[in-house]
């Protein structure tokens, strides 16, 4: 493997990071128990308010009416996110980050920032997707002339030889 190879694959390492990472939030949330803190204020028979602490724990499982569906689905947003960029599918990749981003946002609100940091991972391996996918689209060799080109030319009916290109893969690194 070389290793322009090895890093055209980094958007898909990120990926799999972001896997490992949420499935690793999903167990901690799953298994570490939730403890609440509260003050009762009960009425005693004679009229006089009796005030007590009280302190209870539960788990996520006691709490979450959809069981371990809200700690799954960024799982399978990342795992999404981790097939597209190893098919180098830029614009699923794009619509997966999106989902996890919104995810993220919004589950903010309720377990903290548990999901930013694989959020904005994604966002780079996004980033990087991108730059590779379009940049290598941009610098690629044309193997025909294209119509605007043979628009040019008018009447012209002879083929036109193209000039030999040589791929940028095969150029010798001047800094090397």
Request: hydrophobic residues 50%; contains cysteine; glycine residues 10%.
């Amino acid at each position: 493997m070389t290793r322009s190879s090895i890093l055209r694959r980094i958007p898909f390492f990120l990926a799999a990071a972001v896997v490992l990472w949420c499935l690793g939030i999903a167990v901690r949330f799953w298994t570490t128990p939730i403890v609440g803190n509260g003050i009762v204020i009960e009425q005693a028979s004679d009229g006089s308010q009796i005030t007590r602490r009280v302190q209870e724990t539960r788990s996520f499982a006691e709490i979450s009416a959809l069981g371990m569906v809200p700690l799954l689905i960024p799982v399978f947003l990342a795992c999404g996110a981790a097939v597209a960029a190893w098919h180098r599918f830029p614009e699923i990749l794009a619509f997966v980050v999106g989902l996890f981003l919104a995810y993220s946002f919004v589950t903010g609100f309720s377990i903290g920032g548990a999901y930013v940091l694989p959020g904005l991972t994604l966002g780079g391996a996004l980033v990087l997707e991108l730059v590779w996918t379009y940049g290598e689209k941009r610098r690629a060799p044309a193997e025909e002339w294209s119509e605007e080109f043979l628009g040019c030319l008018g009447a012209w009916s002879e083929d036109i030889p193209r000039p030999p290109q040589v791929p940028e893969t095969d150029l010798k690194d001047p800094f090397a």
